[in-house]
């Protein structure tokens, strides 16, 4: 198994025109259905995002707790326990926070512009050691890039969409690398009943850092 160090070096050179052939050979088109933004039965909407990315979606009404959750895989039932991710928050019923429907029932991200990158690349990702595929099994693919259950998927897109697209893949592939690094080099044991480890180091469910005392505005304990 190769080193996350030299994953990542690959990543860097991931060619984004390589990418975005595949991806224009499989098409795109976002239908705004929602269904990448909602739960599934019994399954909540778990998307990743990164530290610097929950911290972009903060402002004056919403703070650390309003934008993520911790990733409840390596958790109890009461949610306690350690993770290693962080997932944008979700509402009553499971769906991601930020997602909303027009009277007609079209989807839309009430923070299009700022979302992360899990959800700019949906329904794709690339096939690299230490990246994470959390969008299920592909069903389709063209070299590295895989494709997972989305209605969108076969649609014509146009090579500038494909581009963009690419580019934000290849972003992702590297910061999730990134990510992993830093959470194996900043990882220490703590005690706690919940606790993110990230690339940070371990933090408490509303984003404080363990051993910070400055309170994030509510801290809603």
Same mark, same amino acid.
């Given at each position: 198994?190769?080193?996350?160090?030299?994953?990542?070096?690959?990543?860097?050179?991931? @060619?984004?025109?390589? #990418?975005? =052939?595949?991806?224009?050979?499989?098409? $795109?088109?976002?239908?705004?259905?929602?269904?990448?933004?909602?739960?599934?039965?019994?399954?909540?909407?778990?998307?990743?995002?990164?530290?610097?990315?929950?911290?972009?979606?903060?402002?004056?009404?919403?703070?650390?707790? @309003?934008?993520?959750?911790?990733?409840?895989? &390596?958790? @109890?039932?009461?949610?306690? &326990?350690?993770? $290693?991710?962080?997932?944008?928050?979700? @509402?009553?019923?499971?769906?991601?926070? $930020?997602?909303?429907?027009?009277?007609?029932?079209?989807?839309? *991200?009430?923070?299009?512009?700022?979302?992360?990158?899990?959800?700019?690349?949906?329904?794709?990702? !690339?096939?690299?050691?230490?990246?994470?595929?959390?969008?299920?099994?592909?069903?389709?693919?063209?070299?590295? !890039?895989?494709?997972?259950? *989305?209605?969108?998927?076969?649609? =014509?897109?146009?090579?500038?969409?494909?581009?963009?697209?690419?580019?934000?893949?290849?972003?992702?592939? !590297?910061?999730? #690398?990134?990510?992993?690094?830093?959470?194996?080099?900043?990882?220490?044991?703590?005690?706690?009943?919940?606790? !993110?480890?990230?690339?940070?180091?371990?933090?408490?469910?509303?984003?404080?850092?363990?051993?910070?005392?400055?309170?994030? &505005?509510?801290?809603? =304990?």
């Amino acid at each position: 198994m190769e080193s996350l160090e030299t994953e990542l070096e690959r990543a860097r050179g991931l @060619d984004v025109g390589g #990418l975005a =052939d595949a991806i224009e050979s499989i098409g $795109f088109e976002c239908t705004r259905c929602g269904a990448c933004c909602k739960s599934e039965a019994d399954d909540p909407h778990t998307a990743t995002v990164f530290p610097d990315e929950v911290r972009e979606l903060e402002d004056e009404e919403r703070d650390w707790r @309003d934008v993520a959750r911790p990733m409840p895989y &390596g958790l @109890d039932e009461a949610g306690e &326990g350690q993770t $290693f991710e962080w997932a944008l928050q979700t @509402d009553g019923c499971g769906d991601c926070t $930020f997602y909303a429907e027009d009277e007609d029932g079209t989807g839309a *991200c009430t923070v299009h512009d700022e979302r992360p990158l899990i959800c700019r690349t949906y329904p794709f990702s !690339v096939a690299l050691g230490g990246t994470s595929q959390p969008m299920g099994e592909a069903v389709d693919e063209e070299g590295m !890039v895989r494709a997972h259950e *989305c209605e969108g998927l076969g649609r =014509d897109i146009s090579r500038a969409e494909a581009e963009e697209l690419a580019a934000a893949l290849k972003e992702r592939a !590297v910061r999730e #690398l990134e990510e992993a690094i830093g959470v194996r080099e900043n990882y220490r044991p703590v005690e706690g009943s919940t606790i !993110v480890h990230d690339s940070e180091g371990p933090k408490r469910p509303d984003g404080r850092e363990i051993g910070d005392t400055t309170i994030r &505005g509510d801290s809603h =304990d």
